[in-house]
Nanobody, 123 residues
Framework: QVQLVESGGGLVQAGGSLRLSCAAS????????MSWFRQAPGKEREYVAH????????YYTDSVKGRFTISRDNAKNTLYLQMNSLRSEDTAVYYC????????????????WGQGTQVTVSS
């Protein structure tokens, strides 16, 4: 069992940066693959990035490659998403998720979700 709490969202101008955090409870965090998803108004929740248990493997959706960086600190039970060169189309609620059973790209495969943090990019 793990509980996830996101923070770090806010309003930023296009081209700016934000760093999201996802604090996890429980010792199992360090064993889980962790992911970030986002959901814009009127759209389905979409995959952004994921990271393996050790942090040695990361993957990103094409639209954020080169701009976003996912990382984790297992000693602090925290997942991060560094977002640079933000665009208006990055505006969404961002969610962290843990422990996928099956494809990491499918939201319904995840057992644990945070409550989300709003990111708004003004153009």
């Amino acid at each position: 069992q793990v509980q996830l709490v996101e923070s770090g969202g806010g309003l930023v101008q296009a081209g700016g940066s934000l760093r999201l955090s996802c604090a996890a409870s429980g010792r199992a965090f360090k064993m889980y693959t962790m992911s970030w998803f986002r959901q814009a108004p009127g759209k389905e929740r979409e995959y952004v990035a994921h990271i393996n248990w050790s942090g040695s493997i990361t993957y990103y959706t094409d639209s954020v490659k080169g701009r976003f960086t996912i990382s984790r600190d297992n000693a602090k039970n925290t997942l991060y998403l560094q977002m640079n060169s933000l665009r208006s189309e990055d505006t969404a609620v961002y969610y962290c998720a843990a422990d996928p059973r099956g494809s990491v790209y499918v939201p319904s495969n995840y057992n644990y979700w945070g409550q989300g943090t709003q990111v708004t990019v003004s153009s």
